[in-house]
């Protein structure tokens, strides 16, 4: 298909390349891929006692998967530049499908980590292109908007994960988590090819740094697995920081290379970008505090307050809520004033909520917990929505789907990370407070095994009650436990409400994309 100049392309006939329809289209198979990041976490337990999996195994169906997906990321935006959006969507549309009905089929705990594997790298064909394909096709006055729904739909399938999840794992079986794909991305497929353009920017790549892909795919691996690692090996063992120096390496060696190719995977003059660069960083520091953060609400509802699966995910419809709601609205308030003052407003809102958050007790009500996660929600909703613009508007439309792609990849490496400090923040906190709070409770003295084993529990909320306890010493074990847990979560969500503070001054660098009028559908809305 030939170059198309920027803002020359043809004005669509009917359906076909219709700006809201290519919207819609989009949304489906970004919804396929986010409903998945969430539903299978309620799945994993099914999973371990059908196949008889080990607990490492079953870390391995998320690790392999988010392992694929950030890897794979900024590769796949670049696949995009090169071949067309539309094409590298499609392939993403029916791989990650067809990923998905294997791993239902699967016999082997083995055969899901490695489709699960598979449907990181699908997923990652299709989230960068999804990106390009509304960037060639908005003009800019509606580009906010559009990538504001997308984030509306981000939030509802997000939400509706573990709901959906657990009534299909509890009345119909774990499979089913994965076959619901089939017909979800039939559907993305088909109006993807009945409504999809390709735009072709002028100056698309024509080559590949393979080099560069190697290093910043090495580099990734490393980070990424350092820090879903780090909290087995401990932050100082060998094992983690060599994976840490063999990233930190890899990223320098990559820079140095993408200084001097031809044409390189990123181009270093990208970050030349001040609101750019400070998108990507708010991007980091956003899914640092919320994905880090979050990572404990769900230990919370569950275990300290003893909700179902599907309860707790009802109990977090006040954040996802606010973000349906609020992600279109900021769309139109970045439209009108820039993403400035709704990106800093929207990480101050954020911190408030951590540090809301910070304060919950094991007897803390609905309605409390609720006013803080709408909160949360109303927050995240600008910043979602800004900073993709702020990123994908800034770049040119040549490397749209790179920064589709950085885009990902940051809030990837920020939700890794906030997951991995924010654990051992916990785990830090609760190994200081367990013992004084087990001995102030007058409960029998533990062995250093027992004392360790009751220390990873109690990081999940879980309290060690051992079988056949009476009902007095049972209480207290589990108050010590809930209590020690809660402490250690008061302190993970003050780090983030910190991050979050850091975020909103980030956020002060930040403007409206520079290039966004560059968009193929800036002549035909």
Known sequence: MPATEPGSAP???GLRGHPWLTLFAV????????LDGTIVAVANPAIQRDLGASLAEVQWITNGYLLALAVSLITAGKLGDRFGHRQTFLIGIAGFAVSSAAIGLS?????VIGFRVAQGLFGALLMPAALGLLRATFPAEKLNMAIGIWGMVIGASTAAGPIVGGLLVEHVSWQSVFFINVPVGIVALLFGLFILVDHRAAKAPRSF????????????????????????WGWGDYKTLLFLAAAVLGFVLFTFWEGRVREPLIPLGMFRSLPLSAGTVLMVLMAFAFMGGLFFVTFYLQNVHGMSPVDSGLH?????????????????AITKVGPRVPLVAGM???AAACFGMAQLTPGTGTAVMSLWFALLGFG???VMVGATEVIVGNAPLELSGVAGGLQQAAMQVGGSLGTAVLGAVMASTVGNSFGDNWRAADLPPLTPEQMELAERGIQVGIAPVPPGAPEAVAQAITKVAHDTFVDGMGTAFTVAGA??????????FTKRGENAPEGAGAAHI
Do not use: H, N, R
Request: net charge negative; charged share 5%; proline share 5%.
């Open 11 to 13: 004005a669509p006939t």
């Open 27 to 34: 949304a489906i198979g970004v919804m396929m891929v986010t």
């Open 107 to 111: 016999t082997g705990v083995e055969l």
């Open 209 to 232: 740094d393979v080099l560069g892909i190697l290093l910043l795919s090495g580099a990734m691996f490393s980070l990424i697995w350092a820090l879903i690692k780090a909290a087995e």
């Open 316 to 332: 977090l419809l006040p954040l996802t809520g606010m973000m349906i709601i609020g992600s279109p609205l900021a769309g139109i």
């Open 348 to 350: 101050v809102a954020t």
């Open 380 to 382: 995240l909703a600008p």
């Open 499 to 508: 991050v979050a503070v850091l975020a909103a001054v980030v956020a002060c």
